[in-house]
């Protein structure tokens, strides 16, 4: 809340086993971001961003959440959505939903139901055994058929051979490409794979920040990357690594952790704003049993839609906010 009455929204999402983080990691970092920022100009976005970052460099949710808020203040100060104050035109793109791994025949189901549901874009989970992968992929593909794009996520699943072997299998079933097939440590690895593979390579686990999206250039380890707000320490540094990855003549997506309406809108307008960012996969709120978030995008059998209010363009229900612990 600013001294002018403006107020800045701002989420963050930890996610244990990829970021390390936890709620309580995430709470006593805002606490110490918190203090850091009372009293200064929260239009400075990249100055606060200098200092909050080395403070709690393990905690990039927390920050997220921050840069966010700074985001949302700084829109409604300009009174423009943010998508459009970052110089973006498109208020609308498609995004995946995800098929999460599960037997052949569930999710099989899963897939046929979100592309009767009007998805022309399915990312289906891997990563276990490459055969019984393929087969549940093949399963997939015939019961989506060819109208349907397919991408898949082995999130660090397969060794560099399972991962060779799996990727030639699988190309006849025409997959747009694969996120993070071996271990986020393993540079070589992914490069090695990338060269065996005729199926393009997107970094995930591998890519948090801009120094990481340099690095896998450097190593000609991908083709793509997954840009995640809640990895990338929020917008800012989201829209960094989109300039990187575009200086490298390389397309992005960006994608999101288990994430409400907020930072799902907030990921929506860093994708609106960046020309090279051509996938998206905004769907972390599918299965939430709420989502407290009023206003913000909207999704329409895979079309999301952003909305023309001033910064971020969401708001959190007050009742939802009622039955919170305060910390
Ligand atoms: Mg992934």
């Known amino acids: 809340r600013t001294d002018q009455g403006i107020v800045g929204l701002g989420e963050a999402c930890p996610f244990p086993p990829i970021t390390g983080e936890t709620q309580a990691t995430n709470a006593a970092a805002a606490i110490s971001i918190r203090d850091m920022l009372v009293g200064k100009d929260p239009l400075a976005i990249d100055a606060l961003l200098r200092e909050i970052g080395p403070l709690v460099h393990s905690n990039p949710s927390a920050v997220a959440a921050f840069d966010m808020a700074l985001h949302d203040i700084l829109g409604k100060v300009a009174g423009l959505p943010l998508f459009r104050l970052l110089g973006g035109t498109k208020n609308t793109f498609e995004t995946d939903i995800t098929t999460s791994l599960d037997t052949l025949e569930n999710m099989t189901a899963e897939s046929k139901k979100y592309a009767d549901m009007g998805y022309k874009t399915l990312k289906v989970k891997v990563g276990l055994d490459p055969d019984e992968d393929f087969a549940r992929l093949s399963a997939i593909r015939a019961a989506v058929g060819r109208g349907v794009a397919i991408r898949i996520d082995a999130n660090q699943g397969w060794t560099v051979p399972q991962a060779v072997y799996a990727l030639r299998k699988m190309e006849p079933l025409a997959i747009q490409f694969c ?128 909305p023309e209010k001033p910064g971020l363009g969401c708001d959190v229900d007050p009742a939802f906010l009622k039955i919170l612990r305060k910390i």
Request: charged fraction near 20%; proline fraction near 3%; aromatic fraction near 2%.
């Open 179 to 306: 996120e993070q097939p071996v271990l986020a440590s393993d540079t070589a690895g992914l490069k090695a794979v990338r060269s065996q593979s005729p199926i393009a390579i997107m970094a995930d686990e591998a890519l948090f920040g801009p120094a990481d999206a340099i690095k896998l250039i450097r190593a000609e380890a991908c083709d793509t990357f997954n840009i995640k707000v809640m990895k990338a320490g929020g917008l800012l540094n989201s829209i960094r690594i989109a300039h990187i990855a575009d200086a490298a003549n390389m397309r992005c997506m960006v994608g999101c952790m288990l994430e409400s309406k907020l930072a799902l809108t907030a990921a929506a307008h860093v994708v609106a704003s960046q020309a090279n960012i051509v996938y998206a996969d905004l769907d972390g709120n599918s299965e939430h049993v709420a989502d407290p978030i009023i206003d913000g995008i909207t999704v329409e059998a895979g079309v999301l839609t952003l």
